[in-house]
């Protein structure tokens, strides 16, 4: 290997360790003092960085958090498979519940939705956040389906876009509803309304 690439791969390493640093500072520092409380300044100083190295990544410090709440909720919500529709979802479901109801973390979502839209990158990373969490839950709900547990899967895009609009409705008006037992309750509402679906069973709408 020559000297040329052997640097290459060394700055890379670092490069990574460096963004790393950033977002378990991110993280840290949210916990301790809330969305409010961190800065762009605190965040380097507490990962060993300078401003320029956070910039060089993110535009701003709510696209910092977000990344770092975005890290956290993929290593912490799992995408189960334990042979059951109504496992899954609640499993799913109660883990997503539980760390959007932290409330440091509930106060970082709202202010990056509020950022977003001022911001074309973040609200980009969001969408993109977004996104793979729906992916997630709609592979766990697809691989219900081929296990043969749903006759049909028209109404899965429909239960995943109701899930995650109770979760955002609760995140915006309701935090004391993100809950293991509601979501055991909404885990329960979305199995039924998907037998039902696959079933040709008509589902009443409020």
Known sequence: MSDTNARAHTGSRRNEAARAAILAAAAELLAEHGSSGVTVDRIAAHAGVG???????????????????????????????????????????????????????????????????????????????????????????????????????????????????VLWYRILFRPAALAPADAAELAAALTAQLHGTSTGQRTATP
Do not use: C, M
């Not at 899954?88 to 519940?97: H, N, V």
């Not at 977004?130 to 043969?148: C, D, K, M, Q, Y």
């Open 51 to 165: 401003r320029q190295t956070i910039y060089r990544w993110w535009p701003s410090k709510d696209a910092v958090l977000l990344d770092a709440l975005v890290h956290s909720a993929e290593a912490a919500v799992p995408v189960p498979d334990t042979g059951s529709l109504r496992a899954d979802l609640e499993i799913f479901l109660r883990e997503t519940f539980l760390a959007a109801g932290i409330e440091r973390n509930r106060q970082a979502l709202i202010a990056a939705v509020v950022a977003a839209r001022d911001d074309p990158g973040l609200a980009g990373s969001l969408d993109d956040f977004l996104i793979r969490r729906r992916a997630a839950l709609s592979e766990v709900l697809r691989r219900s389906h081929s296990r043969g547990e749903l006759g049909s899967d028209s109404g899965i895009e429909l239960a995943v876009e109701q899930a995650f609009g």
